[in-house]
């Protein structure tokens, strides 16, 4: 297990590691104290509406703004010439090849989805800016569109120098050697699976105040990690010195990777702000947010999986179409490419892997990362291939899984990955044991006597962790007696504070009640990564024990003056600095407290314990686990109904069981929402025809049954904590799990997301 070096024994503590400590957060956001962005008001601030295209594609001839700026109450109406001095938004990720798009805060040359943005009106208040919208008059000569990736190539272009709408034709693997491994194999399963696009659907829409005030901007904004926020408007949008740039964040009502970037409503916030010189707010409508709120998945591929004669995996293909939509994100070729290699081998020693994917630009709303962003993904192709291959092969897939799982540690993946620990079949084992899968034939028999089908599911799945990445550890020991956490990741729902004042606690002895979170202000962040990627805790909570190393080393020397010793016999132990070999000791607290009553200190004495530290960065960690999902579907309706469900994790060291329980159902809950109820859906000229929650499927509380989660967790080697992340892992497991229970229930062989009851009544019949 690896050394945290912690000073007390976990195990004997009311708020250590390990221990179901509630989320502090909660009485606070119960109570309606939190405070998200449109909690807002600041002094003087004016109102903002964002005008968007109705069209799905065509040139942009003119933005007619006269009349609206005749309006009652209207301050200013921007359009893209307003704009034209600052920068624009791009996609920069390092993928060779990549033609990547440069987006204007507001169109002005074509518009390119339903929902582009074409003006801000800013008027005194909320109704009068929404009021005056009505009078801006688009002149746009349409064009056709298209919606679909695969038949992108063959559609108008959407940029005139990306010819085929083809953004990047990506490439992984030896193809010869995956030529041969197809040609030479004794059983070769082939699957068309679409990974269905989805709404973000977050409970807080996006909300923004842009704020300019002696030479300097602010925003105010919903975010997931204020420090690549501020360094993305400094110097992508408005091409300033990061220092002339704030970002600041309060609470955030959920985010699932949608709020990572900046947005093109921002510039013009900050902009109107300049002009103005008052604070002004702007604050979606949900009808809004479908439109403009980044999309997720929307994957069409081509899987294929080879066996030999002993149901030994030999070689796996991804061949697929990336919707990227109108612009590409800041991560848009992501989920569909590297994450893709990185996440199909899943926990399965397979020799060979290709994935071959076109990334195409569409007429509908930008894609990037959804809860996962291509770890559900890759999980779920693998998972369905092993389903529909085991019948044909004769042998059980339990048992494909097991004669395929990696044993040996570390593990040279084919997808460029070094697994460092797990114990895949024993995590197999027990989930099948927990969820009484033994006594599955006597339920599914209870279910046809009522005229019912039962089907069961396995999701075995491993997901690779979010890429390196610096992080800030920050404590400051403040003057009321509290200490501050000063951390770059952020919490957009997951409740960050109680784990990493878990962390601290164990560490240095700080009292839990005494421990507060600072993580929304850019101006006292010197690294940050934010929170995506089911990294925080890693990155975060090692940054956390390595700052309080630094705090042990400072105290050492402030408690050697104060005790009258030589800093080397002073020992640190269970919170409290003593002189080795005597009882004469001083706290933590105490110490930091004396540090500041105290006018003047020898040159060689720290004046404070505060430490600013960044956590270099850990390798990836890979999270896996075993679901196990019963359905039950009626055949008069198609309604398919997840009756049981039961999810073993190997999340390696667990902090707060309490709160990754938590985790869990919220990804297992977006997991089943997406398999049976969610699905973006456009006419055939680019119109959405989900753009309500009347026309929307969510899941809701009555869809899920009671959720069992049990740990099998082995320590991660790749950082201090021994954790390895698990924000996303719900998504990763209930995907296979309930399209394989529903694939089970019907007696096919494949049923695409969402199996909306339609889909499923049509399936039945279809299958006679």
């Given at each position: ?20 400590v ?15 962005t ?9 109102y ?20 609206a ?38 169109a ?26 009505e ?15 695969s038949?992108?190539a063959d ?23 995956l030529?041969?491994?197809?040609a030479g ?8 699976l ?11 829409p ?52 949608m ?17 103005l ?13 479908f439109?403009s ?15 030999d004669?002993?149901g030994?995996m ?8 990336a919707?990227m ?56 192709f ?15 897939a ?25 114990e ?13 899968v033994?006594g599955?034939?006597a339920?599914r028999?209870?279910?046809e006597?009522r ?16 890429p390196?990445?610096?992080?800030q ?48 202000d ?5 690294a ?17 024990l ?11 020397a402030?408690?050697?003056h104060v005790l ?31 540090l500041?009553?105290?006018?003047s200190?020898?040159?060689e ?14 390798p990836?960690?890979y999270?896996n686990?075993?679901h196990?999902?019963e ?9 398919a109904k ?9 999340f390696?060291?667990i902090?707060?069981?309490?709160m ?12 089943l929402?997406q ?13 959405p025809?989900?753009?309500t ?8 509380a ?8 049990l ?7 790749t ?20 399209m394989?229970a ?12 969402p ?8 399936a039945?019949?279809?299958a006679?």
């Amino acid at each position: 297990m690896p050394d945290t070096n912690l000073s007390f024994d976990p195990s004997r503590m009311k708020f250590g590691i390990g221990q179901p400590v509630p989320r502090q957060e909660d009485p606070k956001l119960l109570r309606g104290q939190g405070r998200y962005t449109d909690d807002l008001a600041l002094p003087g601030q004016a109102y903002a509406f964002v005008v968007r295209s109705p069209y799905a594609h065509g040139v942009l001839r003119d933005v007619d703004v006269s009349a609206a700026r005749e309006a009652p109450g209207v301050l200013a109406v921007i359009t893209a010439t307003d704009l034209e001095s600052y920068g624009e938004m791009v996609c920069a990720m390092p993928l060779g090849g990549l033609k990547t798009t440069r987006r204007p805060a507001l169109a002005k040359d074509k518009v390119r989805w339903v929902g582009d943005p074409v003006a801000v009106v800013v008027a005194e208040t909320r109704a009068q800016a929404k009021d005056a919208a009505e009078f801006v008059m688009l002149d746009v000569e349409p064009l056709d569109s298209v919606t679909e990736a695969s038949k992108a190539a063959d559609a108008p272009a959407l940029y005139d120098d990306i010819p085929g709408n083809c953004v990047l034709d990506f490439s992984y693997g030896d193809r010869a050697a995956l030529d041969s491994a197809f040609a030479g194999a004794k059983h070769v399963e082939r699957l068309s699976l679409r990974n269905n696009r989805v709404v973000v659907a977050s409970m807080e829409p996006r909300s923004a105040i842009g704020e300019y005030a002696d030479g300097r901007f602010t925003l105010h904004v919903g975010c997931q990690g204020v420090f690549g926020l501020r360094n993305q408007l400094a110097d992508d949008i408005l091409k300033l010195p990061r220092d002339q740039v704030r970002v600041l964040t309060g609470n955030v009502g959920g985010s699932f990777g949608m709020k990572a970037n900046a947005y093109p409503e921002y510039l013009p916030l900050l902009h109107a702000s300049k002009l103005l010189g008052r604070p002004v707010k702007w604050t979606d409508e949900r009808s809004g947010a479908f439109l403009s709120d980044q999309h997720g998945r929307d994957h069409e591929v081509e899987a294929e999986l080879a066996f030999d004669a002993e149901g030994k995996m030999l070689a796996v293909r991804l061949t697929a179409f990336a919707n990227m939509g109108a612009y590409l994100s800041t991560v848009a070729p992501l989920m569909g490419t590297g994450n893709f290699v990185k996440n199909v081998q899943s926990n399965y020693a397979i020799p060979q892997i290709g994935v071959f994917t076109r990334c195409m630009l569409t007429n509908t709303t930008p894609v990037s990362a959804y809860r996962g962003a291509g770890r559900p993904e890759g999980n779920y192709f693998m998972e369905r291939l092993i389903e529909a291959a085991a019948p044909r092969l004769g042998i059980p897939a339990n048992e494909i899984r097991r004669r395929n799982h990696i044993t040996q540690f570390p593990y040279k993946a084919a997808s460029g990955s070094t697994y460092d620990s797990g114990e895949f079949s024993a995590v197999l084992d027990k989930a099948l044991e927990a969820a009484d899968v033994a006594g599955f034939p006597a339920r599914r028999a209870e279910s046809e006597s009522r005229g019912m089908k039962r089907g069961l599911g396995i999701g075995n799945f491993l997901e690779c962790t979010a890429p390196p990445a610096k992080e800030q550890g920050g404590l400051r020991f403040e003057e009321d007696g509290t200490v501050t956490i000063i951390t770059g990741t952020l919490d957009y729902g997951q409740g960050h504070w109680t784990p990493f004042a878990q962390v601290l606690h164990a560490k240095l002895g700080v009292p839990f009640e005494s421990i507060r979170l600072m993580q929304g202000d850019s101006d006292l962040l010197v690294a940050g990564g934010g929170t995506g990627g089911s990294k925080s805790l890693m990155a975060s909570g090692a940054a956390i024990l390595e700052a309080s190393d630094l705090v042990i080393e400072k105290g050492r020397a402030a408690a050697a003056h104060v005790l009258e010793a030589a800093p080397v016999d002073i020992e640190f132990t269970d919170g409290r600095f003593s002189i080795a070999g005597t009882d004469r000791g001083i706290g933590v607290m105490e110490l930091a407290a004396r540090l500041r009553e105290t006018p003047s200190l020898p040159a060689e004495v720290p004046s404070n314990l505060d430490v600013t530290h960044v956590f270099d960065q850990a390798p990836m960690a890979y999270p896996n686990g075993c679901h196990v999902c019963e359905v039950e579907v009626d055949p008069d309706t198609g309604v398919a109904k997840v009756v049981r469900y039961t999810a073993v994790n190997d999340f390696g060291v667990i902090v707060n069981p309490l709160m990754v329980a938590g985790q869990a159902h919220g990804g297992i809950a977006q997991g089943l929402g997406q398999a049976l109820l969610e699905r973006v859906a456009y006419t055939e000229d680019g119109q959405p025809i989900t753009g309500t929650f009347m026309d929307y499927g969510l899941p809701r509380a009555d869809d899920l049954p009671a959720i069992e989660t049990l740990s099998h967790g082995v320590p991660c080697e790749t950082n201090p904590l021994g954790a390895k992340g698990c924000g996303e892992a719900g998504c990763a497991g209930s995907l296979p799990a309930v399209m394989n229970a529903l694939c089970d229930a019907l007696g096919v062989t494949h049923i695409d997301m969402p199996a909306t009851p339609e889909a499923v009544w049509r399936a039945l019949h279809a299958a006679g």
